[in-house]
């Protein structure tokens, strides 16, 4: 088989120079700016709540300790999925992921956790507003890229946007505990 055939075999996702060239072409001129804008506050938020969520992994104190353990580990893989799929969106749109330390730090928007709180109740209280937040954020973000023509970022945000919301539907579930 051809070299070219297997790669497309290999990855049918990647465009040739020329089609991606046509597509890049089409978009509105404000596309790149507004979803990488929405892009990279995501991902600083998504890696920011990825700490927090550690966070609170490894110092839940409680009845529930190993139920809340376990599934914060579980949040923290999911973000880590997302986190992942932002930035590569972000990476594809031409930008640069900006997911060191440092970066997440000084472009996230949700506050921080407390790094004291111990008890399962504070924690979870803790971390559903924050996720709540992230929600609330990513609506707006959802729409922005729509209406800047940009369908492809929008539905990456949009399953963001679903992700958290199931994340925090888990987190109330165990608050009425």
């Known amino acids: 088989m051809a070299l070219a055939k297997r790669r497309k075999l290999a990855c049918p996702l990647i465009a040739s120079k020329k089609e ?8 509105p001129a404000n596309v790149p700016t507004v979803s990488m804008t929405a892009l990279q506050t995501t991902l ?11 966070h ?12 809340l353990h376990e599934l914060f580990d579980r949040l923290v893989d999911d973000l880590t999925d997302l986190s992942d799929t932002v930035a590569e969106r972000l990476v594809a749109l031409g930008g640069l992921a900006r997911g060191t330390i440092d970066e997440t730090a000084s472009h996230r928007t ?4 407390n790094a004291e709180l111990q008890s399962q109740s504070d924690l979870l209280a803790g971390l559903i507003e ?3 937040d992230l929600s609330a954020k990513l609506v707006p973000l959802i729409n922005e890229t729509a209406d800047a ?3 492809t970022t929008s539905d990456v945000l949009t399953e963001a946007s ?3 919301d199931k994340a ?9 505990t």
């Open 20 to 27: 991606s060239t046509e597509m890049t072409t089409r978009a």
């Open 56 to 67: 609170a992994h490894w110092n839940v104190k409680g009845s529930d300790f190993f139920q």
């Open 130 to 132: 924050r996720y709540s």
């Open 44 to 54: 600083s938020d998504c890696l920011a709540l990825v700490a927090d969520t550690k």
């Open 162 to 164: 679903r992700s958290v």
């Open 110 to 113: 949700l506050a921080t956790l």
């Open 168 to 176: 925090r539907w888990f987190l109330m579930s165990h608050q009425a």
């Open 149 to 151: 023509g940009d369908p």
